[in-house]
């Protein structure tokens, strides 16, 4: 039992060695070492490189983009609750970059990353009710998630929440201010 215990001991040590690796090629712009390094680790389930394998192929170099790999390695980061994944998958469905664009799908995995305290799905939920994309125009509801986009940190959150605000009522913002602080 010790012996299986130090294996699988060293076996996330060198998981962790690869994972490290991977994080310094990307950061040295050597993307396919990085891929090379990120990709055994994500088809063995790794949250954190199934994510970083979505901001490679969503972001890299042209030779490395492809949104629709992309949204598949978020979907499954997601599905493991990591947070960023799912506003990144959001992101695609928002404007349909990979995916049929959605405002709908947009919306749920907003939801989720909210959920998981993702300040910018905060504030991109309130742009959605502002604009009426995907759910009717409800400034009340725009005001009270850019007000907590601002509150976790979102630093566009503040100007969206200003100008929103300029389009209220009195009634309105106080109503959302109410919700807000709930």
Do not use: C
Request: proline share 3%; glycine share 10%; net charge neutral.
């Amino acid at each position: 039992m010790k012996r299986l215990v130090t294996l699988l001991g060293l076996a996330a040590s060198l998981a962790a060695a690869d994972f490290q690796a991977a994080l310094d090629a990307y950061h040295r712009g050597d993307f396919a070492t990085a891929m090379r390094e990120w990709q055994p680790l994500a088809e063995q389930g790794d949250p954190q490189a199934q994510f970083n394998l979505g901001l490679l192929y969503a972001h890299g170099p042209g030779d490395f983009r492809d949104y629709a790999r992309a949204a598949e390695w978020y979907r499954k980061a997601a599905a493991q609750d990591i947070a960023a994944a799912a506003f990144s998958l959001g992101v695609l469905y928002d404007l349909g970059q990979g995916v049929p664009q959605s405002y709908q799908q947009a919306l749920e995995w907003y939801r989720k990353a909210a959920d998981g305290g993702d300040a910018g799905a905060m504030t991109n939920i309130g742009v959605l009710y502002y604009n009426a994309q995907g759910v009717g125009r409800d400034l009340v509801e725009a005001y009270v998630w850019l007000a907590r986009g601002q509150k976790h940190g979102d630093p566009r959150a503040a100007e969206l929440l200003s100008w929103a605000s300029g389009n209220m009522s009195r009634k309105q913002i106080k109503k959302a201010q109410a919700l807000a602080g709930e």
